[in-house]
């Protein structure tokens, strides 16, 4: 069950912009972030840990604005990675979009 891409497929058709499933993946696993009480630590836990799927990135070149949707934002660091991977493959304007701040 994906909360965040039901959340993005509700702001897809509500607002008529193209959604992109899968675009990120994780390039190794990671230890839950729930798991980790300070900010630094969950830095270190996601750092270098997302990016773009290769067959993704002619998306962004083609739109270069994205969405960035989570249903949770706890310290920020899996928002903040993500964005990361999004800039290196194109993206230009990056907006976040969560429901939920812990």
């Given at each position: 069950?994906?909360?965040?891409?039901?959340?993005?497929?509700?702001?897809?058709?509500l607002f008529r912009l193209p959604?992109?499933?899968d675009l990120l993946s994780r390039t190794r696993d990671t230890r839950s972030q729930i798991e980790m009480k300070s900010k630094e630590e969950r830095r270190d836990n996601i750092k270098n840990s997302i990016l773009v799927r290769e067959n993704?990135?002619?998306?962004?070149?083609?739109?270069?604005?994205?969405?960035l949707?989570?249903?949770?934002y706890t310290s920020g660091s899996t928002m903040e990675e993500a964005m990361r991977a999004l800039?290196?493959?194109g993206a230009k304007n990056i907006t976040?979009?969560?429901i939920a701040k812990a």
């Open positions: 069950f994906n909360q965040a891409e039901i959340i993005a497929l509700v702001l897809s058709r959604m992109a499933r993704k990135e002619s998306v962004l070149l083609q739109y270069q604005n994205v969405i949707v989570d249903d949770v800039r290196r493959s976040a979009f969560v």
